[in-house]
């Protein structure tokens, strides 16, 4: 079984700065895409940013230039960097990997738990 736990959300100011992580664990041969999604209340879940194993990164046009994706993938990890946050960045965040290569090739998606990030005005 495949696991993704994220850290790093809570409480800053508008301007500030958080740096999110999420480690996929288990038994893992690799991993195409990971990526971050965000869902406020009353909100459908949306694409922040998301990144390849080649490295290829793409951004929603609202955090683009704030916020920055990068992936370790001998640790299965990716982190999103986020600065100049504003209080419309309030949301749940999730990860997600994509294309989880597992026993006998078979591929699935995983979602994390979600963490918090709150940016108060």
């Known amino acids: 079984q495949v696991q993704l736990v994220e850290s790093g959300g809570g409480l800053v100011q508008a301007g500030g700065s958080l740096r999110l992580s999420c480690a996929a664990s288990?038994?893992?041969?690799?991993?195409?895409?990971m990526g971050w999604y965000r869902q406020a209340p009353g909100n459908q879940r949306e694409l922040v940013a998301r990144?390849?194993?080649?490295?290829?990164?793409s951004y929603a046009d609202s955090v683009k230039g704030r916020f920055t994706i990068s992936r370790d993938n001998a640790k299965n990890t990716v982190y999103l960097q986020m600065n100049s946050l504003k209080p419309e960045d309030t949301a749940v965040y999730y990860c997600?990997?994509?294309?989880?290569?597992?026993?006998?090739?078979?591929?699935?998606?995983?979602w994390g738990q979600g963490t918090q990030v709150t940016v108060s005005s």
């Open positions: 997600k990997a994509e294309e989880v290569v597992t026993y006998f090739g078979r591929k699935y998606d995983y």
């Open positions: 990144i390849t194993s080649g490295g290829s990164t």
């Open positions: 288990g038994i893992i041969f690799s991993i195409n895409a």
